[in-house]
């Protein structure tokens, strides 16, 4: 299990993240933009040594390029109050490599950073990459452009327009991510409710991805890409509940190593990769 865990860690560093930071236009970006390569690269290399000071040392090169990308997100300026949920979206996705970072530092030299084994670590350094990074911004780029889309709009038909409906799906991302972490240190129902929550938001996500890619994609291939990740995301986090419920109940539940094989790669590669490469595209752009 651990061999595919760490395979979908290095896609999560070496392609989702540089993915997703291509499509924030933002300036200020640029030089976490341009030291993530090295930090990817030293993370990625990483994870395939053995516990100890070169790992992580290689660990800690990975760790300040996310702390420089979590500079850029602080020092991102105040928005006006209709860009609250994808800036909360936004601001989720460019924090979260430094959440993931700490785990790999600590799973890396073998302390238990608050107590939790190297195994609980290393998923959460995987949870991060896709569950933090990829699936907030990818919400925060959907809240972004249907706001734009809704701001050239004044019909006023129905209260439950894509638009809004994208900034709960920018909300409930994070949030969900946030319960999440939150279980890991008080209750598994607490993780079981990060889990609805979080679904309940790449749902709607994945809604309203397959809505553009029927309706408003470019082009086959990339309407091809957005639908898959759309409809990957149906099951993925259909077995993410089925875990958390199984772990806060008693009830059969996959494994760790089903989950990985089914939940992990459908994620990184049938969402994450496909959505971000669609999105690129099809021209979206924080």
């Known amino acids: ?47 395939w040594l053995p516990r100890g ?4 040392s290689l660990a800690t090169v990975y760790a300040i390029a996310a702390a420089v990308l979590c500079a850029y997100a602080v020092s991102r300026p105040v928005r006006p109050r209709r860009e609250w949920p994808t800036e909360a979206a936004v601001l989720t996705a460019l924090i979260s490599p430094a959440v993931a970072a700490s785990a790999l530092v600590a799973e890396r030299s073998g302390y238990p950073l608050f107590g939790f084994e190297p195994g609980v670590l290393a ?18 780029l959907e809240s972004s452009v249907r706001s734009r889309v809704a701001a050239g709009r004044s019909d ?14 920018a909300l409930t991302v994070p949030a969900g991510t946030l319960l999440v972490l939150l279980g890991y240190f008080t209750a598994e129902v607490v993780e079981l409710a990060g ?19 029927r309706t408003a994609a470019p082009d086959r291939f990339t309407a091809l890409l957005l ?4 409809v990957v995301l149906v099951a993925s986090m259909a077995l993410a509940v089925s875990w958390a419920l199984g772990e806060a109940t008693g009830l ?22 496909c959505a971000m490469v669609g999105r690129r595209r099809a021209g979206a752009y924080l």
């Open 1 to 47: 299990m651990w061999v595919l865990v760490n395979l979908l860690v290095a896609v999560g560093m070496l392609v989702v993240v540089p993915a997703g930071l291509r499509l924030i236009r933002d300036p200020a970006v640029a030089l976490a933009r341009a030291c993530w390569p090295v930090g990817a690269v030293a993370g990625a290399v990483s994870l």
């Open 53 to 56: 000071t070169v790992a992580t």
């Open 123 to 140: 998923l959460t350094v995987a949870h991060f990459h896709f569950a933090g990074f990829a699936a907030a911004l990818i919400a925060g």
């Open 156 to 169: 006023g038909q129905s209260r439950l327009t894509p638009g809004r409906v994208a900034d709960a799906a």
């Open 195 to 213: 889990a609805l929550v979080l679904t309940a938001g790449m749902w709607t996500v994945g809604w309203l991805t397959w809505r553009y890619a």
């Open 227 to 230: 639908g898959c990740s759309a």
């Open 252 to 273: 059969p539940h996959p494994s760790l190593t089903w989950m990985a094989a089914t939940h992990g790669v459908a994620n990184a590669l049938g969402f994450a990769v």
